[in-house]
């Protein structure tokens, strides 16, 4: 099973400072990873599929890198709106895994 | 865009079966995979089952094997998941999601309904 490793479990930000995530797999994926922003009574969203490519909507602030094992999402200058749960996931290897998230708050 | 609305949750005792349906709004609903994507409370995403668009094959992750099927109506434009034994670990919001293809490889899911709950308690 590939096993998705998201640290830190939280991250504090203000307004308008950059954000980068971290996910890391256990084995090589290639490029298939995706990122997904989870807020409290929403839908999750599409951010990044095949690791660097932007879904449809998704603002250019939003950027994702990495391939193989290492993988990043790199939010430029945070809006009020990007505070959420972030989710990485690989749809390369069955069972398909999410990591376990990182929570992206106001500091 | 499409929207999906899923339903059917609510509180089963254990051991008991629920049967979760997942509506689309979109014509095009036979092009795509779908998938069932849960979150326990207080926890992070777990993938559940995917089915192709035509219905085979489906996968299921190990610990819903054997319990949980996947299954589809493309005339009615609804996605289902039969919940069998269920049991307490299988408490959580169940969402539904599409894929962006008719395909289980490269699994990415574009588009997702706002859930529905499942409680499993005696």
């Known amino acids: 099973e590939i096993v998705l490793t998201q640290s830190p479990a939280t991250l504090s930000f203000s307004p308008g400072e950059r954000a980068t995530l971290s996910c890391r797999a256990n084995h090589n994926i290639g490029s298939h990873l995706a990122w997904y922003q989870l807020k409290p009574g929403h839908s999750p969203r599409l951010l990044i599929f095949d690791a660097s490519n932007r879904a449809t909507g998704i603002p250019a602030r939003f950027s994702g890198s990495g391939s193989g094992t290492d993988f990043t999402l790199t939010i430029s200058s945070l809006e009020p709106q990007d505070f959420a749960v972030y989710y990485c996931h690989q749809g390369s290897t069955w069972p398909l895994t999410f990591g376990g998230g990182t929570k992206v708050e106001i500091k | 865009e499409v929207h999906l609305l899923e339903s059917g949750g609510g509180l089963i005792q254990p051991g008991g079966s629920l049967r979760l349906s997942c509506a689309a709004s979109?014509?095009?609903?036979?092009?795509?995979?779908f998938t069932w994507v849960r979150q326990a409370p207080g926890k992070g995403l777990e993938w559940v089952a995917s089915i192709s668009a035509i219905g085979a094959p489906t996968k299921y992750a190990p610990s819903v094997r054997g319990r949980f099927t996947i299954s589809r109506d493309n005339f009615r434009k609804t996605l289902f998941l039969q919940m069998n034994s269920l049991r307490a670990e299988d408490t959580a919001l169940y969402y539904c999601?599409?894929?962006?293809?008719?395909?289980?490889?490269?699994?990415?899911?574009?588009?997702w309904g706002r859930g529905t709950v499942v409680t499993v308690s005696s």
């Open positions: 999601a599409r894929g962006i293809n008719a395909y289980l490889e490269n699994a990415v899911f574009d588009s």
């Open positions: 979109e014509v095009t609903f036979s092009n795509y995979a």
